[in-house]
């Protein structure tokens, strides 16, 4: 079965930097699934940020390119987010998802299984 817990989520200032990670069962990792981070604003939808298919192609948001990075480990069944150059504008709650759809895709329609997010807060 597909579990994702997310965690490493604060409170920074802007232009500082944070790293999330997505710890997913060994499941999700072992049957190659895409997994992507998404996040949400109060009152907003949920947008993509950055996602990284099974083969390790990753694709980024415009809003975010150059300034956050996804990785994965497989070795240990972790996804990551490592965000520099934090702006007010990424606060948001920022979710885990991992999918069996084409990889690379910030939809959230190609993404079956969803963790319960960590709060990222940017003040300026």
């Known amino acids: 079965q597909v579990h994702l817990v997310e965690a490493g989520g604060g409170s920074v200032q802007a232009g500082g930097s944070l790293r999330v990670s997505c710890l997913a069962s060994?499941?999700?990792?072992?049957?190659?699934?895409?997994m992507a981070w998404f996040r949400q604003a109060p009152g907003q939808e949920r947008e993509g940020v950055a996602a990284?298919?099974?083969?390790?192609?990753?694709t980024y948001a415009d809003s975010v390119k150059a300034r956050f990075t996804v990785f994965r480990d497989n070795a240990k069944n972790t996804l990551y987010l490592e965000m520099t150059s934090l702006k007010p504008e990424d606060t948001a709650m920022y979710y885990c998802?991992?999918?069996?759809?084409?990889?690379?895709?910030?939809?959230?329609?190609?993404?079956?299984?969803w963790g319960q997010g960590t709060q990222v807060t940017v003040s300026s």
């Open positions: 990284i298919a099974s083969d390790g192609t990753t």
């Open positions: 060994r499941y999700t990792f072992s049957n190659r699934y895409n």
């Open positions: 998802a991992a999918g069996m759809g084409p990889g690379g895709r910030l939809w959230t329609v190609f993404y079956a299984y």
